[in-house]
């Protein structure tokens, strides 16, 4: 089974960057594997921001999170990013990777993002 772990969160002024990181604990990304990053504001449901098929890199981003956001992976590195620029506070929430292998959806424990105001 896969086990995604993301890292790069923290607290960040409004208007700030950040990258979020996600890799496979204990493996590596393979072949179609798809890699997606969520979010879960508090007292909101976890949706989709972008996903990126391993292999092509191939990429799809949800239309409202088009522009501040950009996934992207390195290949050598063996790790899928979540870059976001020009943060607002409503972009508070706890950040998810997940890796779809074989049908089987793994999600990692999410990487919490402030942004102060």
């Known amino acids: 089974q896969v086990q995604p772990v993301e890292s790069g969160g923290g607290l960040v002024q409004a208007g700030g960057s950040l990258t979020l990181s996600c890799s496979v604990s204990?493996?590596?990304?393979?072949?179609?594997?798809?890699v997606a990053w969520y979010r879960q504001a508090p007292g909101k449901e976890r949706g989709v921001i972008a996903t990126?098929?391993?292999?092509?890199?191939?990429?799809h981003y949800t239309d409202s999170m088009r522009g501040r956001f950009t996934i992207y992976r390195n290949y050598h590195e063996n790790r899928a990013f979540l870059h976001m620029n020009g943060l607002k506070f409503e972009d508070t929430a706890i950040y998810y990777c997940?890796?779809?292998?074989?049908?089987?959806?793994?999600w990692g424990q999410g990487t919490r993002v402030t942004v102060s105001s």
């Open positions: 990126i098929t391993w292999d092509d890199g191939s990429r």
């Open positions: 204990g493996g590596t990304f393979v072949g179609d594997d798809m």
């Open positions: 997940s890796v779809k292998r074989d049908s089987v959806v793994c």
